[in-house]
């Protein structure tokens, strides 16, 4: 009679490096954002949606969506939360505010941070502007946060 073998697990970890590319309209996006501090998306030529962030093709339309538009950097807040969790599970200090921000012009909108604001001065609807890092690098953290609009 055979035994039934038993599956034995092994702890350990595995630390990769890894780089990958941005694509096309990524590597776009974050050169406008790094050189010109502005946000760019690109325009559905079928259904005219202005694809923010920024791809190459429509997948409502199954074409491609070469046209690329300067949208604006203030848009409207459609959803808000807060953490008290770091991305790697640690308690946080003070929490952070994340929040999606439909940018004017734009039929999409970036989950960012939001700052210079308290919870309870945010409300859904309200006019929110992006605040640009002196030093950019060409990711998304060459803007800084999102913070209500003066
Ligand atoms: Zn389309």
């Known amino acids: 009679m055979e035994s ?7 702890a350990g970890s595995i630390h990769i490096d890894y780089q990958w590319t941005a694509g096309i309209a990524g590597s776009r996006f974050f050169q406008e954002l790094r050189d010109n501090a502005r946000i760019m998306g690109t325009r559905c030529p079928k259904c005219g949606r202005v694809l923010v962030p920024p791809r190459i093709f429509c997948e409502e339309c199954f074409v491609d969506a070469e046209e690329w538009v300067e949208v604006s950097s203030k ?15 640690t308690l946080l200090d003070k ?6 921000v ?25 006019q929110m502007e992006a605040v640009f890092s002196e030093e950019r690098q ?4 060459d803007i800084k946060y999102f913070r209500p609009a003066r």
Do not use: C
């Open 102 to 126: 439909k940018l004017d012009g734009a039929d999409g909108g970036l989950i960012h941070y939001i700052g210079e604001a308290n919870p309870e001065d945010l409300k859904i609807g309200m």
């Open 138 to 141: 060409g990711n998304i953290l």
């Open 4 to 10: 039934q073998v038993q599956p034995i697990t092994i």
């Open 75 to 89: 848009g409207r807040l459609i959803t808000f939360g807060e953490t008290y969790l770091s991305t790697d599970g």
């Open 95 to 100: 929490p952070w505010i994340l929040g999606i």
